[in-house]
């Protein structure tokens, strides 16, 4: 599998890890969670955290040289 192929599977990949990422932080629980703590659950925060470095390895990995 050729690196650019890689990356655009990790861009994919990544983009679908934030929309996950942001409905999750827009449910009810995840709301409440976040007044009660200040921050979001775990599972959000990883899912935002993975999205965002899959689009970051994956532009580089698309867009780098060879």
Known sequence: ???KLLGI???VVGVILLIFGF???Q???DQVTETVTG???DETMWYI???AVAIVVGGFMTLGRK
């Open 1 to 3: 599998m050729s690196p």
């Open 9 to 11: 599977i990790l861009l």
């Open 27 to 29: 449910s009810l629980g």
């Open 39 to 41: 921050r979001f659950t």
């Open 23 to 25: 409905n999750a932080s």
């Open 49 to 51: 955290i993975g999205g």
